[in-house]
T-cell receptor
Framework: DAMVIQNPRYQVTQFGKPVTLSCSQTLNHNVMYWYQQKSSQAPKLLFHYYDKDFNNEADTPDNFQSRRPNTSFCFLDIRSPGLGDAAMYLC????????????FGPGTRLTVT | DQQVKQNSPSLSVQEGRISILNCDYT??????FLWYKKYPAEGPTFLISISSIKDKNEDGRFTVFLNKSAKHLSLHIVPSQPGDSAVYFCAASDRDQFYFGTGTSLTVIP
């Protein structure tokens, strides 16, 4: 089945220790997104890639970076995690850029100690 | 500034009855609206959508209604089933951005 896969599902990191979350997709979609979702809040878009074109949301902290080495993979790097970065991180894909149906992975729950 | 609002954090409905989940938005430029369903420990799953040129879209037990003048959309589930118990997010797009509501947790009581 075509899908969006996120690894790991649970990640624990220490305050200030860099961490990388990964996402892969078998849907061959052009667009990949990273969202941050905190408890009882709406998912918040951090950035997205349209093919290799990177689009950063204006209020995404510089602490968050992303890489997309190929169509299938996208990484979220948190350079110096703070306690406030503990959240669920969702990866999503869509066929085209018009922000229509997005397909989500199961998410990675990040804990910062 | 929350452009998409789901004012009911939770809803309980008896099995077989209708579930109505509501969503309000503020941006008149939104032209596409979606509902997602999320089970615990899973990512949101696309459920149903509606374009701003329509006022109703139906897919099996799920119907989405759009009232543009009121900037309001709703999701109707008829009949409700225990497997429908999940968090439902509405989302809106203006082709440039994608906005989610905070979700409504639906519990269908057997």
């Amino acid at each position: 089945d075509a899908m969006v896969i996120q690894n790991p599902r649970y990640q624990v990191t220490q305050f200030g220790k860099p961490v990388t979350l990964s996402c892969s997709q078998t849907l061959n979609h052009n667009v990949m997104y990273w969202y941050q979702q905190k408890s009882s809040q709406a998912p918040k878009l951090l950035f997205h890639y349209y093919d290799k074109d990177f689009n950063n949301e204006a209020d995404t902290p510089d602490n968050f970076q992303s890489r997309r080495p190929n169509t299938s993979f996208c990484f979220l790097d948190i350079r110096s995690p703070g306690l406030g970065d503990a959240a669920m991180y969702l990866c999503a894909t869509s066929r085209e850029r018009q922000f229509y149906e997005q397909y989500f992975g199961p998410g990675t729950r990040l804990t910062v100690t | 500034d929350q452009q998409v609002k789901q004012n009911s954090p939770s809803l309980s409905v008896q099995e077989g009855r209708i579930s109505i989940l509501n969503c309000d938005y503020t941006n008149s430029m939104f032209d596409y609206f979606l509902w997602y369903k999320k089970y615990p420990a899973e990512g949101p799953t696309f459920l149903i959508s509606i374009s701003s040129i329509k006022d109703k879209n139906e897919d099996g037990r799920f119907t989405v209604f759009l009232n543009k003048s009121a900037k309001h959309l709703s999701l109707h589930i008829v009949p409700s089933q225990p497997g429908d118990s999940a968090v439902y997010f509405c989302a809106a797009s203006d082709r440039d951005q994608f906005y989610f509501g905070t979700g409504t947790s639906l519990t269908v009581i057997p």
